[in-house]
């Protein structure tokens, strides 16, 4: 239950932040303690601060319209979390805790668009759930989640036909930009 115990991507969180600034962590141990120094450049221009700054979005302008959203992830506390936010953003989500869940529900049950998890376990992981998705709905769309998305990874989805990812912990704003493209493209 979330609050109870961690999502488990504490440390996820503050190497993506840090990796995504440019910036790295030392690590080093001493008399049976470790210790993270964490390092980020300096930046000597506020003109180079000024051009990262993005568009202001409103919650209309990544909000759905009672799509239907399958969730795939197999940790309870990620499926609350994405059904909440996609609840909150007008879809309609379903959930399911396994690729092999998904592959069956996808069978029985029209989906608008797929949120996945990339790593799943014990059972297919994400790579393997969209290849069996599509071959069942070859136009199905997919937006690949994971708290670490390596490059061979966003390699592998597009090899799959997948060119959307969500970094986790997503926010609301990127989860429903992420999802909002993906489904416009289909139109």
């Known amino acids: 239950m979330l609050g109870k115990s961690g999502t488990g991507l504490g440390l996820t969180i503050v190497w993506n932040a840090v990796h995504d600034h440019n910036g790295y962590i030392h690590v080093s141990s001493a008399n049976s303690k470790t210790y993270f120094t964490v390092y980020f450049p300096i930046s000597e221009s506020t003109q180079e601060a000024d051009s990262l700054s993005s568009q202001v979005y409103t919650l209309e302008d990544y909000s759905g319209n009672g799509e239907t959203i399958l969730v795939v992830d197999d940790r309870n506390e990620q499926q609350i979390i994405a059904t909440n936010m996609l609840k909150r953003l007008g879809y309609d989500p379903c959930v399911v805790s396994s690729g092999e869940a998904a592959v069956d529900f996808v069978r029985k049950t029209r989906v608008d668009l797929v949120l996945m998890d990339i790593i799943m376990d014990p059972g297919m992981n994400g ?21 670490i998305l390596k490059d061979e990874d966003i390699e592998n989805a597009r090899h799959l036909g997948v060119d959307s990812f969500v970094k986790k912990p997503y926010s609301l704003e990127n989860l429903g930009l992420e999802i909002k493209k993906e489904l416009s493209d289909r139109m």
């Open 127 to 147: 790579f393997e759930t969209c290849e069996q998705l599509k071959k069942m709905v070859p136009g199905i769309k997919i937006v690949f989640t994971s708290g």
